[in-house]
């Protein structure tokens, strides 16, 4: 279902769970798509409030280069539920000051569920300064939280701290997925962060450490973290120096 005016009538201001939490738009917005700085197939940038969601976009996801979220994304409504947003970028995703995506369910008797926003990147995944909201809409019953769904090669930036920034209170709390491809290797190589938290530090050495002189042979081999397969297929120095290389960098 599309978004429509009607959906901002329809959660007027005065009766909005959104409004509460000071998020839902003042004004009536434009489809995100409408400015001549986001284009499909092309770059996105949002300097304006706007809207986007999948049923807005070229065969239901929505696929741009790069992305720049400098202003509210408001994925609104499928009925009472939140909308789905696919973002699939061929580049990376920037987040500035005043970005956040707002995906609620819709307030009603039986609270809507929050939405589904499902970003995919080629590489890293550069989490800084991100916000996301995705509620469960209020009701007699809260609708349930939101998911979000980061899917890259690597994540850049502190998970733990990322995840402050994101909100996906419900009836039962929506969650958010972090999905690595750890099969993909750019430059011959798997990204270093192997224990997924976002940042380079001790814990990922330790697990080189651990499995250190492992081949894939051995039992205990985890291709995940052979950073750097080669015909070999061994846990090694290697592997250690790609992580030493980056060690604090993120
Ligand atoms: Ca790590």
Avoid: H
Wanted: glycine share 12%; charged share 20%.
């Amino acid at each position: 279902m599309r978004a429509s005016v009607d959906d901002i009538i329809e959660n007027s201001i005065s009766d909005n769970y959104e409004n509460s939490l000071g998020f839902f738009p003042t004004t009536s917005l434009q489809s995100c798509l409408n400015y001549s700085s986001c284009n499909e197939t092309d770059n996105c940038v949002i300097n304006n409030d706007c809207y986007l969601n999948n049923d807005i976009c070229s065969d239901g996801i929505c696929n741009f280069k790069n992305m720049t979220i400098g202003a509210k994304v408001y994925v609104f409504y499928s009925g009472n539920d939140g909308a789905e947003l696919n973002i699939n970028l061929t580049g990376e995703i920037l987040f500035l000051s005043g970005n956040r995506f707002i995906f609620f369910g819709k307030k009603a008797l039986s609270g809507g569920n929050g939405g589904v926003v499902n970003i995919s990147v080629p590489g890293l995944f550069n989490t800084t300064g991100a916000y996301f909201t995705g509620n469960g809409g209020e009701g007699g019953v809260m609708g349930e939280g939101g998911v979000l769904q980061l899917n890259y090669w690597g994540l850049y930036g502190y998970k733990n701290l990322f995840a402050l920034g994101v909100n996906l209170t419900g009836e039962n709390n929506g969650r958010i997925i972090y999905k690595k491809d750890t099969e993909k290797l750019i430059n011959g190589a798997r990204d270093v962060d192997i224990n997924n938290d976002g940042i380079i530090d001790e814990f990922d050495i330790r697990i080189i450490k651990d499995l250190y002189g492992v081949n894939s042979s051995n039992i205990s081999y985890v291709p995940a973290y052979d950073i750097y397969p080669s015909t070999t297929y061994k846990i090694d120095i290697r592997d250690l120096m790609r992580i030493g290389l980056q060690y604090g960098t993120r």
